[in-house]
């Protein structure tokens, strides 16, 4: 039982390249979720799926995309990065909704020069 | 307006010390849940505890407890005989039943030094 997993770990783009992150998760949960996590800033909810072929934008969806084609995949994606979107991002999982515990993947650094 | 507030950035302990860490939200929903992270130095988040509104007795694991009360609106961790792996930025975050927002406090970074 894997969890949570996110690739890459580390990536750096630059300004105008677009790129796909990857999130997948075993444990058959319908709930998945993207965050970023700023300095000073906690996290914020990019984008959210309640289940397969659903999904919703969060506090800050500008400049991203996400499809949630089957349970286990929830794939973020920069469309045309730019340095506004160097950050850590975090993909997590919940069983049904957000009032369920969530649990994080180890997190993506990027960088956008 | 925050919904959750960590009015402590930074603290450093003497290794055996106990720490608190606060954690104060805000919300009009009689229904909510409260978490708390941690966030070690390797940069990953870990689940601490979750609780909901509706369960405020005081809960105890292992060098961990947490005092939930409703009457001010808080939510503190303490750390008893704390070590230095309990070093780390700590989250603490709220989810109101009635939306679909995950309200994360700005953390509270924790030094134990030995």
């Known amino acids: 039982n894997a969890g949570v997993t996110q690739t890459p770990k580390f990536q750096v783009l630059k300004t105008g390249q677009s790129m796909t992150l990857q999130c997948a998760q075993d444990?058959?949960?319908?709930?998945m979720s993207w965050y970023r996590q700023d300095p000073g800033m906690g996290l914020r909810l990019i984008h959210y799926?309640?289940?397969?072929?659903?999904?919703d934008q969060g506090e800050v969806p500008n400049g991203y995309n996400v499809s949630r084609s089957t349970t286990e995949d929830f794939p973020l994606r920069l469309l045309s990065a730019a340095p506004s979107q160097t950050s850590v991002y975090f993909c997590?999982?919940?069983?049904?909704?957000?009032?369920?515990?969530?649990?994080f993947g180890p997190g993506t650094r990027l960088t956008v020069l | 307006a925050q919904k959750v507030t960590q009015a402590q950035t930074e603290i450093s302990v003497v290794e055996k010390e106990d720490v608190t860490l606060d954690c104060v939200y805000e919300?009009?929903?009689?229904?909510?849940?409260l978490f708390w992270y941690k966030q070690p130095p390797s940069g990953e988040l870990v689940f601490l505890i979750r609780?909901?509104?509706?369960?405020?007795q005081n809960e105890i694991s292992g060098r961990y407890s947490w005092n939930f009360q409703k009457s001010t609106s808080s939510f503190n961790f303490t750390i008893t005989a704390s070590q230095v792996v309990d070093s780390a930025v700590y989250f603490c975050?709220?989810?109101?039943?009635?939306?679909?927002?995950?309200?994360f406090g700005t953390g509270t970074s924790l030094t134990v030094i030995p």
């Open positions: 444990m058959n949960h319908e709930y």
């Open positions: 919300t009009r929903d009689t229904t909510y849940y």
């Open positions: 799926s309640v289940g397969a072929g659903i999904t």
């Open positions: 975050a709220l989810v109101e039943n009635t939306g679909n927002q995950f309200y």
């Open positions: 609780r909901n509104s509706f369960d405020e």
């Open positions: 997590a999982s919940g069983v049904r909704d957000l009032t369920d515990t969530q649990y």
